[in-house]
């Protein structure tokens, strides 16, 4: 009938668009009726993560974007390298800081007693000026004398080992060329035995605390041979 022969053409029709599965190749999977099982559980739906007619990585950014990043980034590497810089000069400062403030303190207390150090060794030059008022000792000499003598010498043994244990010690300059920074001339004299400019003798000596000057030593300082006599014009 025209009605039924118009059914079947319009069944072939769609079939031509379709496709038949015998001339596209299809299997059963291919049914309709039949689902395959797919990573995204749905059917044609593309992976995670893909992105179907674009190549580009979505995690990766596209090279102009990468290329307008590298100004920033080189601003920061920069300030971070300045930060550092400022970091080890402040760094520096403190350690030179702390060294110096360690070393003022351990000046403070070695050279906290200077002022009177300076009066004690005027004691031991008076223990010093005692003995040499006595006489020479001598055979025969009275008794009292010698004890007296001899009762100097044990207090300045004494009282010289109690000053060097506190750091405090005597030098005698005498037969040393004269050094303006621990000695103080006193007198000069012409000497044959002594060259220009060395300590003949030494009135008192030179003391130090700590290795800092207390007081000069107070000397006499040779001038050299005496000049040859002239001999008069005959």
Same mark, same amino acid.
């Given at each position: 009938?025209?009605?039924?022969?118009?059914?079947?053409?319009?069944?072939?029709? @769609?079939?031509?668009?379709?496709?038949?599965?015998?001339? !596209?190749?299809?299997?059963?999977?291919?049914?309709?009726?039949?689902? %395959?099982?797919?990573?995204?559980?749905?059917?044609? %739906?593309? &992976?995670?993560? $893909?992105?179907?007619?674009?190549? !580009?990585?979505?995690?990766?950014?596209?090279?102009?974007?990468?290329?307008?990043?590298?100004?920033?980034?080189?601003?920061?590497?920069?300030? @971070?390298?300045? /930060?550092?810089?400022?970091?080890?000069?402040?760094? +520096?400062?403190? $350690?030179? =800081?702390?060294?110096?403030?360690?070393?003022?303190?351990?000046? +403070?207390?070695?050279?906290?007693? $200077?002022?009177?150090?300076?009066?004690?060794?005027?004691?031991?030059?008076?223990?010093?000026?005692?003995?040499?008022?006595?006489?020479?000792?001598?055979?025969?000499?009275? %008794? =009292?004398?010698?004890? /007296?003598?001899?009762?100097?010498?044990?207090?300045?043994?004494?009282?010289?080992?109690? @000053?060097?244990?506190?750091?405090?010690? &005597?030098?005698?300059? &005498?037969?040393?060329?004269?050094? &303006?920074?621990?000695?103080?001339? /006193?007198?000069? !004299?012409?000497?044959?035995?002594?060259?220009?400019?060395?300590?003949? $003798?030494?009135?008192?000596? %030179?003391?130090?605390?700590?290795?800092?000057? =207390?007081?000069?030593? /107070?000397?006499?300082?040779?001038?050299? +041979?005496?000049?040859?006599?002239?001999?008069?014009?005959?």
């Amino acid at each position: 009938m025209p009605h039924e022969h118009h059914v079947e053409g319009g069944r072939y029709a @769609l079939s031509k668009r379709l496709g038949s599965p015998t001339s !596209q190749g299809m299997s059963h999977d291919t049914d309709p009726t039949h689902v %395959a099982d797919s990573p995204s559980g749905e059917t044609g %739906a593309s &992976a995670p993560g $893909q992105n179907p007619g674009n190549d !580009q990585d979505p995690i990766r950014p596209e090279s102009g974007q990468t290329e307008a990043t590298h100004p920033r980034i080189q601003e920061l590497e920069a300030a @971070l390298e300045e /930060m550092r810089e400022k970091w080890l000069r402040s760094e +520096a400062e403190m $350690q030179n =800081l702390r060294t110096r403030t360690k070393r003022e303190v351990d000046d +403070a207390r070695q050279y906290a007693t $200077q002022k009177f150090a300076r009066d004690v060794v005027e004691a031991a030059e008076n223990l010093k000026r005692a003995l040499s008022s006595l006489p020479a000792p001598a055979d025969g000499e009275d %008794a =009292l004398i010698t004890r /007296m003598r001899e009762g100097i010498e044990s207090t300045e043994r004494s009282f010289l080992g109690i @000053l060097e244990r506190n750091g405090i010690s &005597a030098t005698d300059p &005498a037969g040393h060329p004269f050094d &303006a920074n621990h000695h103080q001339a /006193m007198a000069e !004299q012409h000497s044959d035995e002594h060259a220009h400019g060395t300590v003949i $003798q030494a009135w008192t000596p %030179a003391w130090t605390l700590h290795g800092r000057l =207390l007081k000069p030593a /107070m000397v006499v300082v040779s001038k050299g +041979a005496p000049p040859a006599a002239e001999t008069p014009a005959g």
